[in-house]
């Protein structure tokens, strides 16, 4: 294979899972819910949700940009909001060319335990077998997949910031753009890509947020959303930690289901399942303590306490990150902001986080510490602009996020180093 990927000449029909999937009817893979986890590093990621009813007979070709480069690139599909098994028949993945095409001879086709189609049972993820073959860094790869009989509840990620493409009929094989003739601002089915990097030691950060790390007001389709900057800038480094996942959901909440399951309920399948995470980065709670939701600085704070306990529980490490200030917007009033305050107090001082970064620091303008810095505003007073998501991300500190690099006990006193970053004592 030419351009971004070497020659494939096959397909690997063997799952890198422990899981021994069985045949279905008509040769289809029949994944069990255990066949969940995967080898290697996820390079790309968007949180699950429910999307409304599936479409028989519908094709989407989805583009989406990879943080880490490796061998054998492999997708998961989900079924997470389903009501009944998804029939996926055809998936292929290749690199992006112009507009809706895939780059000339770079298309393969997936396939899911050696077989061509897959269904994936309701409530349940699939991950496919490996292909042959490199995908580098900072790619924008198109899956294309085919749904034959899909009806229910869909699943998928509703913000996508990134044009994507839909068309009736199965096309998923075709390099052409021509018959995708619809646009979606969504992904549907695809909820991960992972890769074995060459580096060893390679992992990667998981985002756990709200509409700003989802990016809504960063530009559509140039990939400026903060966890785009941050991938960016883990290349540049050099760090261990290359792999970053976007699971972000607008509107989402740390301790109640509405816009997507909240963070507590989703932690386990949009962040801990993922292959190659070191370190969960939490930046969520505005949309808990705006809007009168009655939500106390304790009540948080536990939520807080509950995710931290559990991210370590499972071997990992989390970064917490300030809440950043939104006077100006509509629901912003002296009660939430005293909550947002003594939250802030909670995430910088209390010690249970491996590292901290100062995102309202940042943010806040050094004139008035309760609302965005005008540069940095997207222009309703709550979501950064391009500025400010490149200013989330340049105030992370690294070496913060190598959660193999913290030795001994959990740091009582964490010290803040350079651009709001907080990092842990080693």
Not at 289 to 298: I, M, N, Q, S, Y
Not at 309 to 334: M, N
Not at 412 to 417: L, Q
Request: a neutral charge; aromatic letters at 6%; proline letters at 6%.
């Amino acid at each position: 294979m030419t351009g971004r990927f070497r020659r494939v000449r096959r397909v690997a029909a063997v799952l890198l899972t422990a899981v021994v999937c069985q045949s279905a009817p008509g040769g289809a893979a029949a994944l069990p819910a255990s066949a969940e986890q995967a080898s290697g590093v996820v390079t790309w990621g968007a949180s699950a949700d429910r999307m409304g009813e599936g479409t028989a007979g519908q094709g989407y070709r989805m583009i989406v940009h990879t943080s880490v480069g490796g061998d054998g690139p492999r997708v998961r599909l989900s079924n997470a909001f389903g009501d009944r098994p998804l029939t996926v028949d055809s998936v292929y993945a290749g690199v992006r060319g112009e507009g809706a095409a895939v780059r000339p001879g770079s298309n393969r086709r997936l396939t899911f335990g050696g077989a061509r189609t897959v269904i994936v049972p309701t409530g349940a993820t699939a991950w496919s077998d490996p292909l042959l073959g490199r995908l580098r860094a900072g790619t924008d790869l198109v899956v294309s997949l085919h749904t034959p009989a899909a009806a229910g509840p869909a699943t998928g990620h509703w913000l996508a910031m990134q044009t994507s493409y839909t068309g009736q009929g199965d096309h998923t094989a075709e390099e052409s753009g021509t018959n995708w003739t619809q646009t979606t601002g969504s992904w549907w089915y695809l909820d991960a890509v992972s890769v074995r990097p060459a580096g060893p030691g390679t992992g990667a950060v998981a985002a756990l947020g709200d509409s700003i790390t989802d990016g809504w007001h960063s530009t559509l389709d140039l990939d400026h959303r903060w966890p785009d900057y941050l991938a960016k800038r883990l290349r540049t480094a050099r760090a261990a930690v290359r792999g970053v996942a976007d699971e972000g959901i607008s509107g989402n909440q740390v301790l109640a289901d509405g816009a997507g399951r909240s963070a507590l309920n989703r932690l386990d399948r949009d962040v801990l399942s993922l292959p190659g995470v070191r370190t969960v980065f939490l930046l969520e709670g505005l949309n808990d303590l705006k809007a009168h939701t009655g939500v106390t600085a304790r009540d948080l704070i536990a939520g807080y306490r509950k995710i931290a306990e559990r991210v370590h529980a499972a071997g990992k490490c989390v970064v917490a990150a300030t809440i950043g200030p939104f006077e100006g917007w509509p629901e912003w009033d002296p009660a939430a902001e005293t909550v947002r305050r003594e939250v802030n107090r909670f995430i910088r001082g209390s010690g249970e986080f491996d590292a901290v970064t100062d995102v309202d620091r940042i943010l806040r303008s050094p004139h008035d510490s309760v609302r965005l810095l005008p540069f940095l505003d997207g222009g309703d007073h709550l979501h950064p602009n391009d500025q400010g998501m490149r200013a989330i991300a340049g105030a992370v500190d690294p070496g913060s996020l190598d959660c193999t690099r913290l030795t001994g006990d959990r740091p009582a006193h964490p010290a803040p180093v350079g651009s709001g970053a907080i990092s842990p004592r080693r």
